[in-house]
Structures are given as C-alpha cells and as structure tokens.
C-alpha cells in the first residue's frame, strides 16, 4: 500500500492535511525539529496526535536536527514528553539521541533522516540494527540508485516526491556575518524570504535563511515527482514524502490532495495522461509563484551524481 507522508506548519493545517489523504503528518517544535514549516507545542501536538488516530492515521515528530551539548542535555525529558503524547513515530538524524533511545524508556520508534547521507541499502540496514523501522532517503539518490537500493532494504525506504530540497546547512549564523560586514542593519532572517544568487547568473536564486540550527541554503528548483509516481511505485518505493516549507496554507493542502489523488489513480490501476496532467497543472496552480519545479536528481544517470 502506497502511503503519504506530509509536514505541517500548524494544527489546522496538520488536520486538513490528514482529511486531504495523507496517512502520516510530520510536525514538531523548534529545538529538535530540523527546517519545519511550522512549529507546534506540545499541547497541539497531543491535539494533533488525537485527531490524527481518530482518523486511523499517524503523527510523526521532527527530531533531526544536529544536536550539540546545549540541546542533547534536554533529550530524555524531551523523549518523555513525546512518548507521554502518544506520538507514533520520530524523524531522527543525530547518533547522540538514537544513543539515548538505545534505552527503553526512551525509545520511540523513528525514521532514520540524515539528510544528504542516506545513500545506500547498508546505511539503511544498519540503524535499523538501532530501532530504525524506515528510513528516508537522501533526496540525491537517483532513480537508478534507487532501482539497486530498494531490494536489499531490510526496512521501508521514504522518498521525498514533492517540495524543497536544502542543499547546505552551517552551524554558523552566516546571515548574521554578512549583514555584519557590509554594514547594514539585519533583516528577519526566519521570514524564510531571502535568495542568494550566483555570480552572472541570474537565473539561480538559492533560498536561504537562519535560525538556532544555523543557515540553511536550498536549492532553486522545487522536487515535484507526479508524473514520476509510476517508476517509484513499479520498485516497490511506496511511502512518499511531501516537504510543505515553502508552500503554505491551503496550497500546501492543495498539493497533498493532488498526490493523493495520483496514488489513488496508480493503485486502481486508472492511471492515464490526461487525468495526470491535470493533476501536474493543480500542484504548479498551488505552487508559489516565485520557485519553480522539476524532478531534481531523480532522472539522473548514476555517474552524473557525484
């Protein structure tokens, strides 16, 4: 079965998204959760966590961030309030808390995420030895790649089909040293409304911003792999990844309906052309108008992946 799996920037939108065909929704809190749309506190979280098994459907908590000293210090009561709210699941990144989660009063079941070094069947294999039960592939990894991953994972493989892609992240507050430099007073760099481009070329525009993470840098183009969902499906790559960082409100909302409609499609079997290439106008329709979309490194041949 072909599963969904969404952000959130807020409870309502958290609730539509589930009403709107996602199977699991992805929210969580600033110190651990790792470039969110939104975050929630823990009482909305537990509203959330209601709502969505009332439903039959799932809540999983972002806890991928990197965690230095400051932060690893406030993991066991943070692990205790989570499994205290019932959450389903974590999205989890950092040795330092899977350490700490090696103790079953801690333990909740996780995705492993980190991020650009999810890569290969033996990675995935091996942090489910640690309490892994699904791992999220590093947004990198190519069709091809996939094709020879998916087989000799012993654990479910995410992969992210539609939304942003970060490309770098710093501990540094570069954005801070910048303005700093050049002598201008700081911008709200958590509007998440800044672009860097490269020299003579003006067609990049790499979205950036910084928070207590550090600054974080995407890439120009969005990942949007609808009409891509035949060859993920046909490899057995069932749980889908919608990142909604960049697309807010009801249009995020939107987008989630529109990929379910195409697993609904895949799974009668009724998938045909016209009704995808409606489906692919409403994701652009509710798609922000100042990022583009394409299919990322997913269609690319393995050599060109470095």
């Avoid at 379910?260 to 998938?271: H, I, K, V």
Wanted: net charge negative.
């Amino acid at each position: 079965m072909i599963e969904l799996i969404a952000t959130t920037e807020s409870l309502e939108q958290g609730k539509q998204v589930l009403l709107n065909g996602a199977d699991y929704v992805v929210t969580g809190e600033e110190v651990f959760g790792l470039r969110l749309p939104g975050h929630l506190t823990d009482e909305e979280i537990g509203e959330l966590v209601t709502f969505a098994h009332e439903q039959g459907k799932q809540v999983i908590v972002a806890a991928n961030a990197i965690l230095h000293n400051d932060k690893i210090e406030l993991a066991r009561p943070y692990l205790k309030r989570m499994k205290a709210l019932n959450v389903d699941k974590l999205l989890v990144g950092d040795t330092g808390l899977i350490q700490i989660m090696k103790d079953p009063e801690y333990y909740i079941p996780y995705i492993y995420d980190a991020s650009v070094l999810t890569t290969s069947s033996g990675q995935v294999n091996f942090w489910k030895k640690y309490g892994a039960v699904a791992a999220l592939v590093a947004r990198e990894v190519p069709y091809v790649e996939l094709e020879l991953l998916l087989p000799k994972a012993e654990i479910p493989v995410v992969t992210q089909v539609y939304g942003a892609q970060c490309i770098q992240q710093s501990k540094r507050n570069l954005l801070d040293n910048y303005f700093n430099f050049i002598e201008k007073e700081p911008l709200n760099f958590e509007d998440r409304h800044l672009f860097l481009s490269e020299p003579g070329k003006d067609d990049t525009h790499y979205s950036v911003y910084q928070d207590s993470h550090g600054t974080h840098v995407f890439a120009t183009n969005d990942i949007h792999l609808l009409e891509q969902l035949p060859m993920l499906e046909g490899i057995n790559a069932k749980q889908w990844y919608l990142d909604g960082l960049y697309t807010p409100g009801e249009d995020f909302v939107a987008v989630v309906k529109a990929y379910d409609q195409a697993r609904q499609l895949l799974e009668s079997g009724e998938w045909n052309e016209a009704q995808v290439s409606q489906l692919d106008e409403w994701v652009k329709k509710h798609h922000p108008a100042n990022r583009e979309l394409d299919t990322g490194f997913f269609l690319y041949a393995a050599d060109k992946v470095q």
